[in-house]
């Protein structure tokens, strides 16, 4: 049976959560939004003895990608991305990047990581599922959600992707992206509950949730 690990390591001035997510049996691990300090990254790698895999990144925002540079020096991995959010990545990553749709399944050891797309904060936001744990990049915060008013951001589209998680199983887990809320993270049930913005796009029509996140 593989068993999940997940580290979760607060970094940079923005407060981001940077995963390394591992079969604890097989030590193959993949690193999520590798940013800020790839030395805290890398150490915390080496202490778990995890060899990395692959590189997977929720979205395009420089928060969560300033590492991949430096992760690669280190890791021949692949590195995971909606293709609606890769041109924008750097020339010299291009040649390592697997393009996503969303709806993929790749296996991890013996663990299956799921993409699901999710836009709203970017057009190719993408939330991964692996076992009972989402981690959800700028999408959805604990008792928050991601930005919509940025250049490829789509409050219609936040809408439809909070409504599509929130239908996920309610023991689920959220990791997010930044370290925003109350906890570093919390259950997808408690957040149906209490975060304001996943209760109102349940709760209200479009119009609303459009009239309220953009006035
Ligand atoms: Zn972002
Ligand atoms: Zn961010």
Same mark, same amino acid.
């Given at each position: 049976m593989a068993s999940l690990t997940v580290r979760q390591m607060?970094?940079?001035?923005?407060?981001? @959560?940077?995963?390394? &997510?591992?079969? #604890?049996?097989?030590? =193959?691990?993949?690193?999520?939004d590798p940013g800020w300090d790839v030395a805290a990254?890398?150490?915390?790698?080496? =202490?778990?003895?995890? !060899?990395?895999?692959?590189? @997977?990144l929720t979205h395009n925002h420089f928060d969560h990608i300033n590492?991949?540079?430096?992760?690669?020096? @280190?890791?021949?991995?692949?590195?995971?991305?909606?293709?609606?959010?890769?041109?924008e990545l750097n020339k010299d990553l291009q040649?390592?990047?697997?393009?996503? !749709?969303g709806g #993929?399944?790749?296996?991890?050891?013996?663990?299956?990581? =799921? @993409? &699901?797309?999710?836009?709203?904060h970017t057009e190719g936001s993408l939330c991964l599922k692996v076992n009972e744990r989402l981690l959800t990049g700028d999408t959805l915060f604990i008792r928050g959600c991601? !930005?919509?008013? &940025?250049?490829?951001s789509d409050p219609e589209k936040m809408y439809q992707s909070l409504r599509r998680i929130a239908g996920l199983d309610s023991s689920t887990i959220v990791l997010p992206g930044h370290n925003y809320g109350p906890a570093p993270s919390g259950s &997808?049930?408690? =957040?149906?509950?209490?975060?304001p913005f996943l209760k109102f796009a349940l709760g209200a029509p479009l119009d609303e949730f459009l009239r309220t996140v953009s006035g």
């Open positions: 607060e970094l940079g001035p923005l407060a981001n @959560f940077v995963y390394l &997510l591992s079969d #604890e049996n097989t030590k =193959e691990a993949i690193v999520v990254i890398k150490k915390a790698a080496d =202490e778990l003895q995890l !060899r990395i895999k692959g590189i @997977f590492g991949v540079g430096d992760v690669l020096r @280190f890791a021949d991995a692949p590195v995971y991305i909606h293709q609606q959010d890769a041109p040649s390592s990047i697997r393009q996503l !749709r #993929e399944k790749v296996a991890l050891g013996g663990l299956t990581l =799921e @993409f &699901l797309h999710t836009p709203g991601g !930005r919509v008013d &940025l250049p490829s &997808l049930g408690d =957040e149906c509950l209490q975060n």
